[in-house]
């Protein structure tokens, strides 16, 4: 394999976040040559790379119509793309959570709220009593997400009003378990599991995200919460270089929160050395394949 491969990122992680940066190494190791690309950058010829690996696109959210763009441009292209396009299209809206749902999957339960749509009061009106978490149904980092009782009915409706000018909303029970046992992320890589973490909120907060103060640290997870990740994973119609499942804690079990397929961090740092191997040697199998 004579061409480089190019891991997509954003402007403002050119060089790829510092967690990332160890993969070239491995992958020089293997005599392998990487190197980071922009995504949007419009002088890119991507049919010369041997592969493309979605990484830290995390401005995605905010370009979604471009980035799609991008996205089909790749397969008309016939390149190699891990995660795969189908594979990304699918993820990038939590919608996706409805589909795991259909075939079994334990999900956190959720009201969905299209974008724009005229029934709000209505929707809010029938929640039952409870803290609820309010997000859009595409972002990252914990962006536009909220915490909000259900008796304070005025600010619900101003918050998923304004969410739904631009997007559908996702409307969850806020999980109290969190705030103790935090929530766990599983990654697999080509199907393996490789290393889990748990990330819990800062005080007086409810959001794990680290640019919000949250806290990430190694764990074993319990057999069960593997038990579900792996099968939760063995129920996708979609193929994966690298995965990472989030489990919330729900009362006294878990549920999926997430299943992160396009551009997930996969905490290499809290993988004791060995995960940047692991994610390399996937890597070349499945170009191999």
Request: proline share 6%; glycine share 4%; charged share 20%.
């Amino acid at each position: 394999m004579n061409d480089p491969i190019a891991f997509a990122t954003s402007d403002e992680y050119p060089n790829l976040p510092a967690d990332d940066q160890p993969l070239f190494e491995q992958l020089l190791a293997k005599g392998l040559a990487a190197t980071p690309v922009i995504w949007s950058s419009p002088d890119v010829n991507w049919a010369d790379f041997a592969a493309i690996v979605i990484r830290s696109t995390w401005d995605y959210q905010y370009r979604l119509n471009e980035f799609r763009q991008w996205l089909h441009k790749l397969k008309q292209l016939n390149v190699k793309v891990w995660n795969p396009v189908d594979t990304l299209l699918w993820n990038l809206d939590k919608r996706y959570l409805q589909d795991l749902e259909s075939r079994g999957v334990p999900v956190v339960p959720t009201t969905w709220v299209r974008q724009n749509a005229n029934d709000i009061l209505s929707t809010v009106g029938n929640l039952s009593r409870g803290d609820y978490v309010i997000k859009p149904a595409v972002a990252a980092g914990a962006r536009e997400t909220h915490r909000i009782a259900s008796s304070n009915q005025q600010l619900l409706i101003e918050v998923i009003t304004r969410i739904a000018k631009d997007s559908d909303v996702m409307i969850q029970p806020f999980c109290h378990e969190i705030l103790i046992r935090g929530e766990l992320s599983l990654i697999f890589f080509h199907g393996s599991f490789s290393h889990a973490v748990v990330k819990t909120p800062k005080k007086n907060d409810f959001r794990i995200n680290e640019r919000h103060g949250g806290q990430t640290n190694t764990t074993k997870p319990p057999p069960e919460a593997l038990s579900l990740a792996r099968s939760t994973l063995q129920k996708l119609n979609h193929s994966y270089l690298y995965a990472r499942v989030d489990l919330v804690p729900f009362n006294g079990s878990y549920r999926i929160g997430e299943v992160e397929l396009t551009e997930p961090s996969l905490f290499f740092m809290h993988s004791n050395g060995t995960g940047p191997q692991r994610f390399i040697e996937a890597l070349i199998q499945t170009l191999d394949e």
